[in-house]
């Protein structure tokens, strides 16, 4: 088998150098953070410092971090630890849309974008409500309009949640700029460790925990602190807050394995690739074929990419994202994402479109057999 070349950083970022040594450093202390002694002391500063290099990230203070599991926990702190009514948009991940069984779906157009004016008429004809949009879609990369949102949501009295998990560290994020009062935020996307998330609050007030039993992370979130995890965590934040501002250069090399795609196959549809996007992601889809089948062949051939969400134990499902912005079923069927890193190369990128060009052939011939 040839070596494979990761193309699904919104699935999970390699970890970074710096966040593995602080995560081993980290499990090498034995402190509670929650002891007054030494090492509990100093268990307490490696939280610490994580949490201001956190909040830093998305222009927030220390305080406002409080760290969880992951995004998924993030998200459900969010949505049901306030008394609230809630509203998602339909292209959120399954974590926001499952975590409300009440929850309002607010409707998107045919590039994934939330319909401000369905959200302003929502609003309009109810008391204020939490509303949570995404900042970057994990799918399709499509970004969310937030300041425009936000200012929609607080003039109703309301309160916007934003899912940033595929944002930080990929475009510029400053919950104060953009008007969030609730933002998600997971270690593995940034280069961090898996098992290590964070909610970070514009304001504490009315937020209930969900997990009791424990003063930790200021009485919202009982349970010791995943010490190693976290620490990890902060020295990626540190890293992605630095090298943000080259993120933006992988969309010359997003764009040319998209254009090297067409050229192998012109069938293919570049799915919103006239939409605001984070840099490193496309999602293409060869229409009538099957994404599992685009999936294995691809890891076949060395490609590690994958279709819809990463979050579904494995399986390939339908994917909900591409059916609430209305494209057709043969459409939505063959459609594969595509995540970049900083590593990949023009090389990698044109043996891929090869490789791409060959399942399109395939996919014709059966299609004429048929």
């Keep these: 088998m040839p070596p494979v070349s990761y193309l699904d950083w919104n699935a999970g970022a390699p970890m970074r150098s710096r966040a593995r040594a602080a995560l081993l450093a980290a499990l090498e202390r034995a402190g509670n953070p929650s002891s007054v002694h030494g090492p509990g002391r100093e268990a307490r500063r490696l939280v610490e410092d994580a949490r201001a290099a956190v909040g830093a990230l998305v222009g927030a203070p220390a305080r406002s971090v409080v760290f969880t599991s992951g995004g998924t926990e993030a998200n459900a702190l969010a949505l049901c630890g306030l008394a609230l009514p809630v509203a998602v948009s339909a292209v959120e991940h399954a974590s926001v849309l499952d975590a409300r069984d009440d929850a309002i779906r607010l409707p998107v157009d045919g590039d994934g974008i939330v319909s401000l004016p369905a959200l302003a008429a929502l609003l309009a004809g109810r008391g204020p409500m939490l509303v949570s949009v995404m900042a970057a879609n994990n799918e399709t990369g499509v970004v969310q309009p937030l300041r425009d949102v936000a200012d929609l949501v607080h003039a109703h009295g309301g309160l916007l949640h934003c899912d ?207």
Excluded: Y
């Excluded at 890193?341 to 490789?355: K, M, N, Q, T």
């Design 164 to 370: 940033a998990v595929q944002a930080a560290g990929r475009i510029p994020l400053d919950m104060r700029a953009l008007g969030i009062d609730l933002l998600s935020l997971s270690a593995h996307k940034i280069g961090g460790p898996q098992g290590a998330g964070a909610l970070v609050l514009a304001d504490q007030g009315g937020l209930r925990a969900m997990l009791r039993g424990g003063g930790q992370e200021g009485g919202l979130r009982a349970g010791t602190e995943n010490v190693a995890g976290i620490s990890a965590f902060g020295a990626a934040a540190r890293e992605a807050g630095a090298e943000a501002a080259g993120f933006a250069a992988l969309a010359a090399l997003r764009d040319g394995l998209v254009g090297a795609c067409r050229a192998a196959a012109p069938e293919t549809v570049a799915i919103a690739a006239r939409a605001p996007r984070i840099a490193n992601t496309a999602c293409l889809s060869l229409p009538g074929a099957e994404a599992a089948t685009i999936v294995m062949a691809m890891d076949l051939a060395g490609f590690a990419i994958s279709a819809g969400a990463a979050c579904s134990s494995g399986k390939v499902r339908p994917s909900h994202v591409l059916a609430a912005m209305g494209l057709a079923p043969e459409i939505r069927s063959g459609a594969v994402r595509v995540s970049l890193g900083p590593a990949i190369s023009l090389d990698e990128a044109g043996r891929f479109a090869g490789e791409w060009g060959r399942i399109a052939a395939r996919v014709r011939d059966a299609r004429a057999a048929a």
